[in-house]
């Protein structure tokens, strides 16, 4: 199928924003657009980060997840508290495949749960007694671990623990960090604002706690990477392009970090960031109060590695952009073999994305190397700088959509018919059985890393593997069915 013109893709929004009543009509079309490049502000476009529609099924997470499962989980030597209820810590632990180095449970703790357990009692108590009990439980079995956070959960904001006492005097108790988190999930109206509540904890309690280290010696090419959560190992697929070059990379978090890492930032050159997200707020204090510099780059695929490579050997001197051009030199015989083997499989294909922060724009151009088009795109939790940075990398006519609901999503697939859909785990299923191959694009399937060269070799190889699986001759997307038996099954419904 053809793309879209503008005036179909409007028509397409139209259309599906008629089931709604007139007040929810006239909000969700303000997250429902037609991709103009030539505008310069989004929002002119598009509005996001603004409250979900009670009623409406989003896919959105809760300030607590983007702290406790974004930002602060991955710190490995760190012992991370969901101060509240089992339910939300069970959940956040060990879902996003934070590769790390370390012995689980002697000095590295990402894949284990701690958690206060709230129960009735403690609601109409307090928990402010039976956290400090569990802080000195955790130094007591686990010796080894370098610092403590507390993420607190809903009913921690409703009863009104005092988690920043507690943090206190535990962490003079114990002579380490004890970070107390207010990440609420009832706070904001995504995860978004837990990113940035997690980022201002790092400020006030690692970063400008000063402390003198005299055993760190700078060189003229320290560099950080912030933002990557090394799901897959990412970020060390990433890292070996940065090293390769001649940079020092002295801090990597939160994918496989440390606390000592994230203490060792402020003494960088540049900062390089990944994840714009969940991470700019971090970096854009550093440049304010310690006058880093900050990057951002996209390791998705060849194009955009070697873009990103080249500006960010455009900040450093001759010898490092003479070694960089050497590591695109030395990659390009891989990403030959890998585009020919590929991309005459993949040519043509067409793929919707609907992912977190800021993978629907960063993969597109992975996706474009192997000869594939990205036809609509959207994301989550986004903010209005996220989609400036979108509209440039799509082109006109095509579908934009924020926080889409469950039934636009469904909707907009049945009628763009995409080959491929990149989106999270509650969309997955709903996809495949609909007959239309998918990749979980928030953890890679259980496949990656997809950053760098040998990621992008792994990322072309599992869109080959999907999309081009026997399987889906077995099953038939809705629009290929015969119009009888869609109407006998809606008959049945």
């Known amino acids: 199928m053809s793309n879209l013109t503008r005036e179909e893709t409007e028509a397409l929004i139209a259309e599906v924003l008629e089931v709604y009543p007139d007040k929810a009509k006239k ?51 760190m012992i991370h508290i969901s101060h509240g209820p089992v339910g939300c810590g069970q959940y956040s632990r060990a879902g996003r495949r934070n590769y790390y180095i370390g012995t689980t449970g002697v000095n590295t703790f990402v894949t284990m749960n701690f958690t206060s357990d709230f129960q009735e009692k403690d609601i109409v108590f307090g928990g402010d007694k ?37 943090s206190k005097k535990a962490s003079a108790a114990i002579n380490k960090p004890v970070v107390p988190v207010r990440c609420e999930g009832f706070r904001g109206v995504s995860q978004s604002l837990g990113h940035h509540i997690a980022n201002d904890a790092i400020r006030d309690w690692v970063l400008d706690v000063k402390k003198e280290d005299t055993s760190f010696v700078p060189s003229p090419y320290d560099v950080t990477v912030i933002g990557d959560y090394n799901i897959g190992g990412d970020a060390w697929s990433s ?85 960089c051009e050497e590591v695109i030199a030395k990659y390009q015989p891989m990403v030959d073999a890998v585009v020919a083997k590929y ?49 440039k990398e799509m082109g006109n006519a095509t579908l934009l959509y924020d926080d889409v609901t469950g039934f636009e999503f469904e909707e907009f697939v049945k009628k763009v018919k995409p080959d491929l859909i990149g989106s999270g785990i509650k969309e997955k ?65």
């Open 27 to 77: 909000d969700r079309a303000k997250h429902l657009a037609v991709n103009d490049q030539s505008i310069e502000q989004s929002k002119k476009c598009i509005t996001s980060n603004r409250k979900s529609l009670p009623g409406v099924m989003t896919i959105r997470g809760c300030a607590y997840a983007g702290s406790r499962g974004v930002v602060w989980g991955p710190i490995k030597d």
């Open 130 to 166: 039976k956290l400090a009990k569990i802080i000195t439980e955790i130094e007591e079995l686990f010796p080894l671990v370098k610092g403590i956070s507390v993420q607190s959960e809903c009913p921690i904001g409703l009863i009104g623990d005092d988690i920043e006492a507690v």
């Open 239 to 323: 890292r070996i392009l940065l090293e390769e070059m001649g940079l020092r990379v002295i801090a990597q978090w939160s994918g496989d970090g440390s606390l000592a890492e994230m203490e060792l930032t402020p003494k960088a050159k540049l900062n390089l960031l990944h994840c714009y997200r969940s991470m700019n707020y971090i970096s854009r204090h550093m440049e304010e109060k310690y006058g880093i510099p900050w990057m951002e780059y996209n390791f998705f695929g060849p194009t955009k590695i070697a873009e990103s490579l080249r500006k960010i050997a455009a900040f450093f001197d001759e010898s490092i952009q003479k070694k």
């Open 343 to 391: 991309k005459p499989r993949l040519t043509g294909k067409r793929v919707m994305l609907y992912v977190g922060g800021l993978r629907p724009r960063h993969v597109i151009g992975s996706y474009e190397d192997l000869g594939m088009e990205v036809v609509g795109t959207g994301y989550e939790f986004a903010h209005g700088d996220d989609y400036d940075r979108t509209i």
């Open 429 to 493: 299923y709903i996809f495949q059985k609909m007959g239309i191959p998918f990749r979980q694009m928030h953890s890679w399937d259980y496949s990656g890393p997809y950053h760098g060269y040998d990621g992008f070799a792994i990322f072309a190889r599992d869109m080959d593997m999907t999309l081009n699986n026997p399987c889906w001759n077995k099953l038939i997307p809705p629009w290929k069915k015969p119009a009888a038996e869609g109407e006998d099954m809606a008959k049945a419904a």
